[in-house]
């Protein structure tokens, strides 16, 4: 079984900042495509960014020149630096990865918990 544990949220004014972590841990032999997805109340939950194992990148328009996501493959780590915040940029944001497991033989998605965001204006 894989883990994915979220930290960093919290409650920031419009134009601030704030860091999101999230580390897989558990049976884990290597892990493909890393991201953050967000969803707001009443919305459908949506990609924020995404990165590969080799390191593309992929971004929603919304967020694109405020957010930067980066991943640690020696720590299994995905962050999301997330720079002037808006109100709208408020949700619960949730870490997925792609985990093939030690004797497995395809590639398994997992989810975080999720992490509150909250963008106060």
């Known amino acids: 079984q894989v883990q994915l544990v979220e930290s960093g949220g919290g409650l920031v004014q419009a134009g601030g900042s704030l860091r999101l972590s999230c580390a897989a841990s558990g049976n884990i032999f290597s892990i493909n495509n890393m991201g953050w997805y967000r969803q707001a109340p009443g919305k459908q939950r949506e990609l924020v960014a995404g990165v590969t194992r080799g390191g593309s990148i992929n971004y929603a328009d919304s967020v694109k020149g405020r957010f930067t996501i980066s991943r640690d493959n020696a720590k299994n780590t995905v962050y999301l630096q997330m720079n002037s915040l808006k109100p709208e940029d408020t949700a619960v944001y949730y870490c997925?990865?792609?985990?093939?497991?030690?004797?497995?033989?395809?590639?398994?998605?997992?989810w975080g918990r999720g992490t509150q965001v909250t963008v106060s204006s």
């Open positions: 997925n990865a792609a985990v093939l497991g030690n004797g497995r033989y395809a590639f398994v998605d997992y």
